[in-house]
């Protein structure tokens, strides 16, 4: 048995059998990264690395201290951070096939202020395929629906019987690229001059490919001359996208331009409540509130946060409440923000309130050095990793006795403190909207 393990025995008779099957026992302790003060621990996701780094990372570096004489970092880390990543892009990469999402339906997508003049557009089209708005596109910021919408309209030309490509300019470059190696141009022409409506997503990576750009612009004047339906999305107007042949852009807007805005608070409500419908999973009106309030306008995050709210509470059997919902929050914003650090924080605390970053590091005593310095801790411990020891070091403190007392004083700070709390709602608001 290692050190690692031997600890996490010993860390079995101070907690509840419960507790330890919960977190501790996902624990696996790696020997080789193990050195000079340092002590490694994997878990197998990042809400149980946000536990047991709260909960129990002093108890550990405790026992860690007892039996091996020495003073230990602890860190509790995602074993396959490498290997997310890459199921991530595939699951990117997946997204262009040229499948329609059977979910992305007008019925799923709800409608308010900030989406209803594309809602109304790619509808009407949907029920006058080539014949009202031609070509329609739609712009708006990442995971506001515009591929929601477009694939909506697609499926219900499908469902009528009509041939539909939805492609994404990476797609369409690819295929042409294919067939002017394979020598299957005819084909690749026939495949999207002949189609009864063209969907193409995110149109904005044309921008300075000249080459398919040429070809793209044939495909269009084919399609277009035929009568046959054409809806492109974009992350911006026509007009501001740059490096786009002067004919195409001008096609662009031959049609109408309709965009998408962030949903206001009552229009993520309602998205909330329709994926928690589709998704089968329950939420009380407290939760869904909350999560509206929390997340900023990327809808795409919602659904990231119902499967993580469902998985996870599936996993440690337990229901999902506000605290836990919090929580799991918590953990996907420390996910989306791997790359803020304590510098990072500290930085933006001391330009706000007028103070260098090294005073708040030092020692100093002077009321406003301690006011920013707790701003900073408290902050540090909620949007990043790290762990008390860390904390203390960083913070220039004795030890994380010395942290953990700092973090209780705050918390009475804001519960008494309104000033203090709305300063530190400001900051990290300031520092999460910069990341
Ligand atoms: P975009 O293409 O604009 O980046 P998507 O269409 O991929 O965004 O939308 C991201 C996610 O958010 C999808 O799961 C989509 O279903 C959902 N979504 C966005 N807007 C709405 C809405 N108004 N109603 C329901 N779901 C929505
Ligand atoms: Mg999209």
Redesign the pocket.
Known sequence: MNIGQEVLEALKEEITEVEFNRYIKHLSYDVKKSVNGLAVFYAPNALVVNWISKKYSEKISHLFEIKSNSKVTVKITLKNRIEKRQTKKIAEAKQGSSLLNQS?SFN?????GS?QFAYAAVKSVSENAGKVYNPLFIY??????????MQAAGNVFQNSGLTVIYTTVEQFLNDFTRSIRNNTMERFREKYRKCDVLLI?DIQFLSNKEGIQEEFFHTFEALKGDGKQIIF?ADKHPKKIGGLEARLQSRFEWGLVAD?QP?ELE?KIA?IE??CEINKVVLTKDIVNYIATVIDSN??E??GILSKLHAYSQLMHVDIDLEFTKNVLKDQMNENRENLTMDKITQVVAKDLNIKPSEIRSKGRSKNIVYARRISIYICRELTQNTMPQLAQYFGMKDHTAISHTIKKINTLIKEDEDFRVKIEELTNKITSAS
């Open positions: 992305h799923n997508f709800m409608v308010g989406n708006g910021g990442v995971g506001l629906g515009k591929t929601h919408l997503d999305t998408i949903p229009t998205i329709k994926k809808v795409r919602i659904e």
